[in-house]
């Protein structure tokens, strides 16, 4: 294998008790699985939730949805969009759950709800700040759900827009949706909460909790770390050394020469590039573990290949284990420290991660 991730499950199940822990409260823990997974993995994931009684799934599409059926059929599905009318009748015929966000997403799976003369079990998502998704005017769609004979609101929800870095902003979106649930009629579920709002008592409502980024070991505020939430992470990215070759001093390393060697120095040439899934941003800029040493990426990363400084002091051999993201030794590069480097959030990096590359439960 070129490059690898190494799912740890054991950490995943730690997580999850740390969450069932902070969520006492709750009903039922809605683990997002989307995109993949956050790129970890849907059926491994999902396996092993629905192993440690984890009922309810949350997904981006019709697509992830049809995969979560195959695999762990038992599983309630959310897919968290409202749908395009082709794709409503299969949601429905297979009981997946669905936003809807407007009177036209509600008509739209009444009419097609009436067709099959089935039910659609839909949560309704209000809008309380994040302004994507959900709706602001509700009386209307209130109206037409308790009038009509196919839908069974099953859930009522909203999503914190910073949780993790606003908390008056967050109170604000709590009492809005506080404030709207007064005319709600009674429904099985009420989510709100994300991985930012459970380590936060004061931003807990509802009677279940939706959460990706803890599950997978990372932290949702800018300012603290996984540790620091006793959250531990799951997925280790590695590759092997396929190359050592010493260049002369002065010489260019890479596309647009923009790393040259300033003595005699050894370089290490890796397997991977940014179509698996390295970020190019990297270039000249990341960090690698070889033999528990950190490496700087040397140059330009290209599409399959990338190139980093080896240390004069160590010796190497073609097959030697590096380490892009977890621990090696004593030292460990997480997804949080990569995000800062690159200015931008841990989901980005891993959910970008291809779905070819390989993940190895360990």
């Given at each position: 294998m070129n490059t690898w991730l190494e799912i740890n499950l054991a950490h995943l199940s730690h997580n999850l008790r740390v969450i069932r822990k902070r969520a006492q409260f709750a009903k039922e823990i809605i683990a997002v699985v989307k995109t993949n997974a956050y790129?970890?993995?849907?059926?491994?994931?999902?396996?092993?939730?629905?192993?440690?009684?984890?009922?309810?799934?949350?997904?981006?599409?019709?697509?992830?949805?049809?995969?979560?059926?195959?695999v762990q059929p038992q599983g309630k599905i959310i897919i968290l969009r409202s749908l395009f009318k082709n794709e409503i009748g299969k949601a429905i015929k297979n009981r997946w759950r669905f936003l809807i966000s407007s009177l036209q997403d509600a008509k739209e799976a009444d009419f097609f709800a009436s067709q099959q003369k089935n039910k659609a079990f839909i949560h309704w998502k209000i809008d309380t700040g994040l302004s994507r998704l959900g709706s602001l005017d509700h009386n209307q769609i209130l109206n037409f759900i308790k009038n009509s004979q196919n839908l069974n609101l099953e859930g009522v929800c909203s999503h914190y827009a910073a949780a993790g870095s606003d908390k008056n902003f967050s109170l604000e979106q709590k009492r809005r949706f506080e404030k709207i649930q007064k005319i709600f009629p009674p429904v099985e579920l009420i989510h709100m909460i994300n991985s930012a709002a459970l380590f936060q008592r004061?931003?807990?409502?509802?009677?279940?909790v939706r959460v990706g980024a803890s599950l997978y070991g990372f932290s949702p505020f800018p300012q603290k770390t996984a540790s620091n939430l006793d959250l531990m992470p799951v997925m280790s990215w590695k590759t092997h050394l396929l190359?050592?070759?010493k260049l002369p001093a002065n010489i260019s390393v890479g596309y647009g020469r923009t790393f040259k060697t300033k003595k005699s120095q050894k370089i290490g040439i890796l397997p991977l590039g940014y179509s698996q899934g390295l970020n190019i941003r990297l270039s000249n800029l990341g960090k690698l573990l070889i033999q528990g040493k950190f490496h700087s990426i040397a140059g330009r990363i290209a599409m399959n290949l990338t190139a980093v400084a080896l240390h004069d002091s160590l010796k190497y051999k073609k097959g030697d284990e590096v380490v892009i993201l977890g621990k090696q030794k004593t030292n460990s590069i997480t997804l949080e420290s990569q995000a800062n480097l690159l200015q931008t959030i841990p989901y980005e990096i891993c959910a970008t991660i291809p779905q070819n590359i390989k993940r190895i439960p360990k």
């Open positions: 790129g970890h993995g849907l059926e491994l994931i999902t396996k092993k939730l629905y192993q440690s009684r984890v009922r309810w799934f949350a997904v981006a599409d019709i697509d992830e949805a049809e995969k979560i059926s195959f004061e931003l807990h409502l509802g009677n279940a190359l050592i070759k």
